[in-house]
């Protein structure tokens, strides 16, 4: 069981360039979120799924888009980098927030120069 | 005021030592409360778990909830080397989707 699988493992953006981060799990979650963690700041939530095809924003969506097209991918996308969107991203999935953890997945390292 | 309020640290405590972490919280619906261990450039694992009030212990963790104080705190005995890592604590409201976490704590155990 491979768990929650994040890709790439690190990247540098220029300012306004895109690009999607991918995220996989194969232990069929139906619920998926993404995070990004600051130095200090804990983890902050960007956005989450509770299935296919459904998708919220969390605490700190600005610049930022998701899609859910299946139960194992819920990718997400920053379409106009900023220096602000400098951060590590976390991927995490549960069958359910009420009475069970989430898994992580091991990050993606983003710098916006 | 945040909803989760957890203090940084850095904490740096000798081998062996009792550590004592702790997080504040504001709304009174949480009711599952975690404890996840994160180590350097790794995500962040689950650690110890409890449901609404109460205390839980596992080998040399304990985790206790105090819901009329919103107060949680975990307990490490027996402090080793390789429990240095930074803790964050975490918590959900009943029929909610979304998990809360605080600020984690850098803890530093010294040989």
């Known amino acids: 069981n491979a768990g929650v699988t994040q890709t790439p493992k690190f990247r540098i953006l220029k300012i306004g360039q895109s690009m999607t981060l991918q995220c996989t799990q194969d232990m069929n979650h139906n619920y998926m979120y993404w995070y990004r963690q600051d130095p200090g700041m804990g983890l902050k939530l960007i956005y989450y799924?509770?299935?296919?095809?459904?998708?919220d924003k969390g605490e700190v969506p600005n610049g930022y888009n998701v899609s859910r097209s299946t139960t194992e991918d819920f990718p997400l996308r920053l379409e106009l980098a900023a220096p602000s969107q400098t951060s590590v991203y976390f991927c995490?999935?549960?069958?359910?927030?009420?009475?069970?953890?989430?898994?992580f997945g091991n990050g993606t390292r983003l710098t916006v120069t | 005021q945040k909803e989760v309020e957890q203090d940084p640290g850095p904490l740096s405590v000798p081998e062996g030592a009792i550590v004592s972490l702790n997080c504040t919280y504001s709304n009174s619906a949480f009711q599952y409360f975690m404890w996840y261990r994160q180590y350097s450039r790794k995500g962040p694992e689950l650690l110890m778990y409890t449901y609404s009030s109460g205390n839980k212990e596992d080998g040399r963790f304990t985790a206790q909830v105090d819901k009329s104080s919103k107060y949680i705190s975990l307990f490490i005995r027996d402090s080793q080397p390789s429990d240095s890592a930074t803790y964050l604590c975490?918590?959900?409201?009943?029929?909610?989707?979304?998990?809360?976490f605080g600020a984690g704590t850098r803890l530093f155990v010294k040989a």
């Open positions: 975490a918590m959900t409201d009943t029929g909610g989707f979304k998990t809360i």
């Open positions: 995490a999935s549960t069958s359910d927030p009420n009475n069970s953890p989430l898994h």
């Open positions: 799924s509770v299935g296919a095809g459904i998708t």
